[in-house]
């Protein structure tokens, strides 16, 4: 059969265009003007099509024409243009009486806050309940970057009150813009509560936070901040209870602060003022909440009775420091081809806990089916048979998933867990939760074997997130593209009066003069 003949496709392409909608075709074309954030084009082909009355606008060509003109509003020559017309398309759409969605409020609340207009942009957002629509972060944004820039700082926190009763989180940059009209408008009980909002999603600030954090420890309204008369004992219980790195009670202290940067060695020891920093653990709260979710998961996963007789089995035998999971050492650089599962591997990590916590006997967690398999070698059932009669294995039983086990086990003992397990499978993903980064930092001991030995690869000394001391002091780690924490930038702020209050000496400095002299070589 002859190939049809290259002219037949161009006819057929002429068809098919012929043939398209008035409708198709101003989206085509307009798809085209959006892709090169053309605006006058767009402008000219709306205003076209909206003369000659031969297209029946939808909600997506409004949308592609607003999207346009929010976009353009940040270029001076485009911007008046832009809101002339942004506005007028949004009044015509309301007139052809077709419902916005979340695109169309976001764009039209840019829209009002490129002219200045928060509370028409806020009110916006507002009313996206009465029809149904869910807001997402950038829908509240620009009503909160608009009060925040204009200073109206008690308008910027109903707008973050509103945004958190709709369930969404701020990020860095939300909480920036709030921290920054706290700073610039004196409310320093406000600072106070950001600082540890950010502390508590943000692990590393950017370089735009850590200058804002900076200039306000430098001014003059930092310096009169906070208690002198405070209750150590109860601040040194709040950052035990708190799980370490902040006691969240309140500005500590009065006088100038010191702000400096530097680094924290390998055991945590600030390099600026020799403080140690704290390894942060997940808070009773947080705790029992992460183990109920593990809990709530794994009862409806695994089959309920036999999951609560672990848990009834652990409540009696809560003893342990360390969670093994037994599989993955077992298996670890066994993808050879004599290859197995491997006891004496798994022995030899056993006994090095056992050494290194002074004769405490971890908890291993095996599946059943695995152990039935392993001690019908006579060469490893004496072993796993005293380690079973001792308490130091568990068999999970046939059908489950021996990973909700020695992870519930290890959450609910509050114990280190050693695994080279990333834990990125969907059963993790399950979790959600916010805890479950932070748990892991402190908790996962990763292991390797030297010429046959074992190494165990413990968890760091310190956590590398904004951390605050019972001394009043604030370590604030910045983002790099490194992955090694002994050179990562913090920004050390500190306060001699409480210092010296405290008994401290920072880095071997005795007399504020010769302290600012120190950070006065440090700072950058």
């Known amino acids: 059969m002859d190939a049809p003949h290259p002219s037949s496709h161009l006819k057929a392409h002429k068809k098919s265009r012929k043939n398209q909608t008035p409708e198709i075709s101003f989206q085509i074309n307009l798809n085209s003007l959006s892709r090169t954030k053309d605006l006058p084009g767009a402008i000219a082909l709306y205003e076209e099509a909206a003369t000659s009355q031969g297209v029946r606008f939808n909600q997506h060509h409004f949308n592609a024409l607003l999207y346009i003109c929010s976009n353009s509003v940040a270029d001076p020559s485009l911007k008046d243009l832009a809101l002339d017309h942004g506005f007028r398309i949004y009044e015509h759409m309301e007139s052809c009486k077709i419902a916005p969605n979340e695109a169309t409020v976001t764009a039209v609340a840019r829209l009002a806050a490129a002219r200045r207009d928060g509370d028409r942009a806020f009110g916006l957002v507002r009313k996206m309940g009465e029809r149904g629509i ?54 320093e009980e406000r600072v106070y509560e950001y600082m540890h909002k950010l502390r508590d999603c943000v692990r590393c600030v950017s370089e735009e936070t ?202 609910r003992l509050r114990c280190l867990l050693v695994t080279n397990d990333e834990m990125r499978d969907h059963i993790f993903e399950l979790l959600g939760s916010k805890f479950f980064s932070k748990w892991k930092e402190r908790h996962q001991v990763r292991y390797t074997f030297v010429k046959g030995s074992p190494v165990l690869i413990m968890p760091l000394s310190f956590s590398p997130v904004i951390q605050e001391s019972e001394k009043g002091s604030w370590h604030v780690p910045v983002k790099d593209d490194s992955n090694e924490e002994i050179v990562r930038t913090w920004v050390c702020i500190t306060r001699p009066s409480i210092w010296e209050s405290s008994n401290g000496v920072l880095a071997s400095k005795e007399s504020p003069e010769g302290l600012h002299e120190y950070y006065e070589h440090h700072d950058t």
């Open 134 to 187: 869910v807001p997402r972060l950038r829908t509240y944004d620009p009503a909160l970057y608009c009060f925040c820039e204009m200073l109206e700082a008690d308008k910027a926190y109903e707008v973050e009150e509103h945004m958190r009763s709709a369930g969404l989180s701020l990020e860095e940059p939300e909480l920036l813009a709030l921290l920054r009209v706290s700073a610039e408008t004196g409310r």
């Open 210 to 411: 850590a200058k804002l954090i900076k200039s306000w420890f430098c001014g003059e309204k930092a310096v009169d901040v906070g208690d002198v008369n405070y209750d150590r004992s109860r601040v040194k219980a709040m950052v035990l209870r708190n799980g370490g790195g902040f006691h969240g009670l309140g500005w500590i202290g009065k006088g100038n602060w010191v702000v400096g940067r530097g680094n924290v060695d390998e055991n945590g020891v600030c390099s600026c003022c020799g403080e140690q920093l704290a390894c942060v653990d997940i808070d009773d709260m947080e705790t029992e909440s992460f183990a109920g979710s593990i809990a709530a998961l794994a009862l409806e996963r695994e089959t309920k009775a036999n999951f609560s007789e672990f848990q009834d089995w652990l409540k009696k035998h809560a003893n342990y420091d360390a969670i093994v999971d037994g599989a993955n050492i077992g298996l670890y650089q066994q993808n050879f081809a004599d290859g197995g599962f491997s006891v004496p591997q798994l022995d030899a990590i056993v006994k090095e806990l056992y050494g290194s916590s002074k004769g405490k006997w971890p908890l291993v967690v095996l599946h059943n089916k695995r152990l039935k398999g392993l001690m019908e070698s006579s060469s490893h059932k004496q072993l796993l048979q005293e380690w079973l009669d001792k308490g130091v294995l568990y068999a999970t039983p046939s059908g489950s998933n021996d990973d909700w086990y020695w992870l519930y086990a290890a959450v």
